[in-house]
């Protein structure tokens, strides 16, 4: 089964930065794609951003991009995302997961491949 764990989040001031990293155990990411979802306080998950491990293309939620950026180490396995000039709003549990793909591009549909961890918690307040 896939399993990813999340880590990497905190309290962080607004405009400060966190990388959040997805590790995967028990297989490679080499032939996924993996996307970062959130959830914030009373609202809906969302999809954040995926990144297709195999070519390194990259999809992103408007309200992220140009701040936030996904790469990936495949000798560790992992993926981050890197989360730059954070605001309030990007508050919430930060989840990965592995994604579907269409026409050679990653999805952010919460119904994903993987399933769901436990999250990382990303509070951004002064």
């Known amino acids: 089964q896939l399993q990813l764990v999340e880590s990497g989040g905190g309290l962080v001031q607004p405009g400060g930065s966190l990388r959040l990293s997805c590790a995967a155990s028990g297989f490679t990411l080499d032939y996924y794609a993996i996307g970062w979802f959130r959830q914030a306080p009373g609202k809906e998950r969302e999809g954040v951003s995926c990144i297709v491990i195999s070519d390194g293309s990259r999809n992103y939620a408007d309200s992220v991009k140009g701040r936030f950026t996904m790469s990936r180490d495949n000798a560790k396995n992992t993926v981050y995302l890197q989360m730059n000039s954070l605001k309030p709003e990007d508050t919430g549990v930060y989840y990965c997961?592995?994604?579907?793909?269409?026409?050679?591009?990653?999805?952010?549909?919460?119904?994903?491949?993987?399933?769901w961890g436990q999250g990382t918690q990303v509070t951004v307040s002064s």
């Open positions: 997961a592995a994604v579907t793909r269409r026409l050679g591009l990653c999805v952010l549909s919460l119904q994903t491949l993987s399933p």
